[in-house]
């Protein structure tokens, strides 16, 4: 496992190492928010927690007095396991407030570090307050660390929006080169700088697709680069800093980085930082779902293996959309039929496996495969089976393996449509598969759907005889 982008793993905790219970909560009068820059001088205040992120060495973290920054009394020493400790496969959490802190007159988080050897930290930043509702995480990664104290300045994008922020620093950290480590960190704390300048906002030029009634992220695609005492940093964080603008409202608005889908149709998303622009733009396009649900199956449960539908039971599939893909599934309920809808789609694989255990399926004794899709866009639709062989090497090149692809279209038996705004059944006799290249069908272990369209529903996946 590697380390340098782990605001996608940071925002769940399991364990939680409580620094103090003393919280106050209340819903008729909240606490209005604080204006206090220390995460940590000497020692937590009462209203602070740090909660290890999931994964990681939970009791990672102590509160030391023999090693300090100057004119300290304590500091945090974190311990970094190794590859293969049984307590974690780094070490890592989210230092959080149960009274939300107004951050917004500062523009830089500054904390002083040093490591036991020379290594670069994998990543630290501010905003994840570990409730899985983080709208303002802002991180930078691969910062070096020495033997020696060392300041450490993390400029905040847009400080406007931290005036109710309840995550006040985060850091995570694996091994390096495989062994394990050991941090101190000290004086974490908010601060006005003067050595912070020139922010250049970094929009990641790209097409999303999705559909209405989705929300599509658009995280992964925000950054800004700042100079620190004359040297360019990156700071990668969520799209709620800067402001949207859409060419077209009907189709898509942004707001606090939340993009909301009107209607069918193509937009261009822009941003501005602060007030100034940002750098490159997002085209998001959008289709519309369909209304009804496909007809249901009529052969008898005896005669079929189900993979996706209401009407059979179900055999199990391992992912529907593999660690390999590229493509992004969501459940949605269609008519009130439960359908699976691919996006940002170019290829996804379905898999009936795991390193651990098999669901191969046996179609040895079925004669088709079916399945209904809702295609609102492009021309060629593909179907690709593979079987992994009785060799019981579940990884394709294990010496018996087979697998072949059907390319589907207006043209072709079964024809596909696509853009008539109506499910289309999809009945492939499995011997099309077997006129080609696929040996065997007693240890299918994937399907693999591709094709030029960017948005596809699917439904009712079974084969049967």
């Known amino acids: 496992m590697t380390f340098r982008g782990f605001a996608r793993m940071m925002l769940v905790a399991v364990g939680v190492l409580s620094l103090s219970s003393c919280s106050r909560k209340s819903s008729l009068t909240p606490y209005p928010p604080i204006v206090n820059p220390v995460v940590f001088g000497d020692a937590f205040d009462s209203q602070e927690d740090f909660q290890a992120f999931g994964g990681s060495k939970y009791d990672a973290l102590s509160i030391v007095t023999d090693t300090t920054h100057a004119g300290s009394a304590a500091a945090i020493k974190i311990i970094v396991p190794s590859v293969g400790d049984p307590a974690g496969s780094y070490s890592g959490g989210a230092f959080i407030t149960h009274r939300a802190r107004d951050f917004s007159g500062y523009n830089a ?35 070096p660390v020495t033997t020696q104290w060392t300041q450490v300045i993390i400029p905040i994008p847009n400080a406007a929006k931290l005036n109710n922020e309840a995550g006040m620093f985060y850091f995570a950290e694996g091994p390096q080169s495989g062994v394990g480590l050991t941090l101190w960190m000290d004086d974490i704390k908010y601060v006005n700088t003067a050595s912070v300048s020139n922010p250049r906002g970094t929009l990641a030029a790209q097409t999303i697709s999705s559909i209405v009634g989705l929300t599509p992220s658009l995280s992964g695609t925000t950054s800004t680069k700042f100079a620190i005492n004359g040297v360019d940093a990156v700071v990668t964080h969520f799209p709620g800093y800067f402001d949207f603008a859409s060419s077209n409202p009907a189709v898509a608005t942004v707001k606090k980085g939340i993009v909301t889908l009107k209607s069918g149709g193509s937009t261009v998303l822009s941003a501005t930082l602060a007030g100034q622009p940002v750098a490159g733009t997002i085209t998001l396009s959008a289709d519309a779902p369909p209304t009804v649900a496909p007809l249901k199956p009529t052969l008898p449960a005896s005669d079929v293996i189900s993979l996706l539908g209401s009407t059979y039971t179900n055999v199990t599939v391992d992912k529907w959309s593999a660690d390999w893909d590229r493509a992004d599934v969501t459940d949605l ?10 996006t940002n789609f170019i290829y996804a694989g379905i898999e009936f496996f795991t390193p651990t255990s098999s669901h191969l399926i046996d179609a040895s004794n079925m004669t088709a495969i079916h399945m209904d899709v809702f295609l609102p866009t492009g021309t060629t639709f593909k179907v690709q089976l593979v079987d992994f062989g009785a060799n019981g090497v579940y990884d394709f090149g294990g010496g018996d393996d087979s697998a072949c692809e059907l390319a589907f279209n207006a043209s072709t038996t079964p024809s596909v449509v696509t853009g008539t705004g109506q499910w289309v059944p999809i009945d492939i006799p499995l011997t099309a598969f077997t006129d080609v290249s696929l040996n065997a069908q007693a240890h299918i272990a994937q399907l693999i759907l591709s094709g030029d369209m960017k948005t596809v529903f699917v439904d009712n996946v079974y084969f049967h005889k």
Do not use: I, M
């Not at 994998?122 to 910062?143: E, I, L, P, W």
């Not at 309920?333 to 691919?342: E, F, M, P, Q, S």
């Open 109 to 143: 988080l500054s904390f002083w570090v040093r490591a036991n050897r020379p290594v670069n930290l994998d990543v630290c930043g501010f905003g994840n307050d570990n409730t899985g509702n983080s709208k303002f995480v802002a991180q930078r990664s691969g910062v």
């Open 333 to 342: 309920r269609v008519a009130g039929d439960a359908v699976k809808v691919y």
